[in-house]
T-cell receptor, first 112, second 108 residues
């Protein structure tokens, strides 16, 4: 299965600022997925990032708030824009392979 | 109705017992079914996947799938304290959707 490097692992940010999270995969993958895990909750899919096309966002998530880049088949970024305390969560990227989906180690974001 | 539902926890079992975790899903077009284990502060770790009706065994873990009933379960035999974690059921029909998770506690 693929190995994903995600960074930063954690950050504390001021409200109103933006944070960009990066994921690097050790192999080429068609789709990458971005999830949010709020405290004590399960994972919620934010969007699917395909190389060469606009990301597809799930209900409740919009591009202005969570812009995503996918410049090539091994890399993607998620930006959390104009942050508020409600954005404090763990953000994870994921890729699919023949036997399941692998996750990055996550970015623990705290907005103060 | 949620797309993927799991029985509410926490579930507590004694060491050596069988832990049974259950999950139902709403999309009949779902194709693949996964069980992830998540320790506190860690990212989810895939422990089982199943595509076809029936049982699939891997060591102490058995996944069971019944597509007619839209039901998938995970049995953990000879439960160990190290199995204490949150277990997430996930279903895919193009994208991976998670249930809310069941917290399992195995008491020594």
């Amino acid at each position: 299965s693929a190995v994903i490097s995600q960074k930063p692992s954690r950050d504390i940010c001021q409200r109103g600022t933006s944070l960009t999270i990066q994921c690097q995969v050790d192999s080429q993958v068609t789709m990458m997925f971005w999830y949010r895990q709020q405290p004590g909750q399960s994972l919620t899919l934010i969007a699917t990032a395909n190389q060469g096309s606009e990301a597809t966002y799930e209900s409740g998530f919009v591009i202005d708030k969570f812009p995503i880049s996918r410049p090539n088949l091994t890399f993607s970024t998620l930006t959390v824009s104009n942050m508020s305390p409600e954005d404090s969560s763990i953000y994870l990227c994921s890729v699919g392979h023949g036997y399941g989906y692998t996750f990055g180690s996550g970015t623990r974001l705290t907005v103060v | 109705q949620k797309e993927v539902e799991q029985n509410s926890g926490p579930l507590s079992v004694p060491e050596g017992a069988i832990a049974s975790l259950n999950c139902t899903y709403s999309d009949r077009g779902s194709q693949s079914f996964f069980w992830y284990r998540q320790y506190s502060g860690k990212s989810p770790e895939l422990i089982m996947f199943i595509y076809s009706n029936g049982d699939k065994e891997d060591g102490r873990f058995t996944a069971q799938l019944n597509k007619a009933s839209q039901y998938v379960s995970l049995l953990i035999r000879d439960s160990q304290p190290s199995d204490s974690a949150t277990y997430l059921c996930a279903v895919t029909a193009g994208k991976l959707i998670f249930g809310q998770g069941t917290e399992l506690s195995v008491k020594p």
